[in-house]
């Protein structure tokens, strides 16, 4: 069964075992996993099961709009692609696959620094917005010329992932001592600099081994200033999950946050990104859009993220079991199942734009967010 055949999913869930039955089993875990017992990687989806709407009714929702602008630019739904490396070990087209995907709904691609194809080919094959996801290399040389490519290419923003100075404990990547097949690489970095990825060795993984050879976990509030300088491009901050942490990068100016917590990858423990979101979105006050990530499987919960204040979510996995199952058909119902299941959402839930989804649609009691400062999304609103 495909996404192309009759019997094709009907929710993004059903894509899953699609995919397990097509990946090898260290390929699998190395997607699904999360750090340490995974408590973040459930915590995720248990927030938004515990979140419950309260519909509105007599409202008029003979027509209900999804689109909207993400960093000014045109989307047909508030959705994106979240980073993630080598989609080649689901499809064998790779990054290419999900940016025609994405493109075809007019959404953006965050191409992770340790994407399987070279930003050049991943441009020249997009129809949607590509951003680049960076992490903090100890190499700034390396770094620079990165950023370089990437806007070189026409890439149109930089997100710097900023939970990682080090990788998590991903047990079950060490379980299946998970590295990269010989035929994949990271073709937008030096030789070097992907020296481990292709060793095999019990009780470990290698993406492991190679993060703590050359992550930089010195990165700090002042190496933004480097960045900007050294750029052109919005710089987009993942991996924001406290209140104080949100007020102090809108304050310095950064171009817009993503509250996340590595799909449950980094701390064991940490905030699921629904419930951190309020704090965040409260704290920005209307300074910068903040966007989402982690745990989003389906189209209510689209509409939980964006009533709670988000202005856009990005989904991971589910994108890398679309390719899996089916390559770019795949990956393409997916994101089109999202915006189908949000459009339904909003019909039922009485709201016929997004403007209408606010915290009031939520039943959470004193977790609701408070309004915040709309944030203006024109070229002059945004600086």
């Known amino acids: 069964m495909t996404a192309t055949t009759v019997g094709r999913p009907l929710t993004i869930e059903e894509y899953a075992p699609l995919a397990r039955a097509r990946l090898p089993e260290a390929t699998w875990h190395y997607f699904e996993g999360g750090a340490g017992t995974e408590s973040t990687v459930e915590a995720n989806r248990a927030a938004f099961r515990r979140v419950r709407i309260r519909p509105r009714v007599l409202s008029d929702v003979s027509h209900c709009d999804t689109s909207t602008t993400i960093l000014g630019e045109p989307a047909s739904a508030p959705l994106g692609v979240a980073p993630m490396a080598y989609h080649e070990l689901a499809c064998e087209e790779g990054e290419v696959a999900t940016v025609r995907a994405a493109g075809e709904l007019r959404v953006p691609t965050v191409v992770g620094i340790f994407a399987s194809r070279s930003f050049e080919r991943i441009a020249e094959h997009a129809t949607g917005p590509v951003w680049l996801q960076l992490y903090w290399l100890h190499r700034r040389g390396v770094l620079e010329r990165v950023v370089r490519r990437a806007e070189d290419a026409g890439f149109r923003a930089l997100v710097l992932t900023v939970d990682t100075p080090r990788l998590g404990r991903r047990l079950r990547e060490a379980r299946h001592g998970f590295h990269l097949p010989p035929h994949i690489t990271a073709p937008n970095l030096d030789g070097e600099v992907t020296g481990f990825l292709h060793e095999h060795e019990d009780g470990s993984s290698a993406l492991s081994r190679h993060a703590d050879a050359f992550i930089d976990p010195s990165l700090n509030w002042s190496d933004l200033d480097w960045l900007r300088s050294r750029t052109r491009l919005p710089i987009v901050l993942k991996g924001v999950l406290s209140a104080a942490d949100a007020a102090r990068a809108a304050d310095l100016g950064v171009d817009a946050l993503i509250v996340s917590n590595h799909g449950g990858r980094q701390l064991d423990g940490a905030s699921a990104t629904l419930d951190a979101l309020p704090d965040v979105v409260r704290a920005v006050a209307g300074r910068c859009p903040v966007f989402l990530d982690g745990g989003v499987r389906g189209g209510t919960d689209v509409l939980k993220a964006l009533a709670a204040g988000a202005r856009a979510v990005f989904v991971g996995r589910p994108v890398l079991w679309g390719l899996a199952a089916a390559g770019e058909a795949g990956a393409r119902d997916v994101l089109t199942l999202l915006r189908d299941?949000?459009?339904?959402?909003?019909?039922?839930?009485?709201?016929?734009?997004?403007?209408?989804?606010?915290?009031?649609?939520?039943?959470?009691?004193?977790?609701?967010?408070?309004?915040?400062?709309?944030?203006?999304?024109?070229?002059?609103?945004?600086?």
């Open 341 to 383: 299941e949000l459009e339904d959402a909003m019909a039922l839930a009485g709201c016929p734009s997004l403007d209408s989804l606010t915290p009031d649609l939520l039943d959470r009691g004193a977790a609701a967010v408070a309004p915040a400062a709309s944030y203006d999304e024109s070229p002059e609103g945004r600086r």
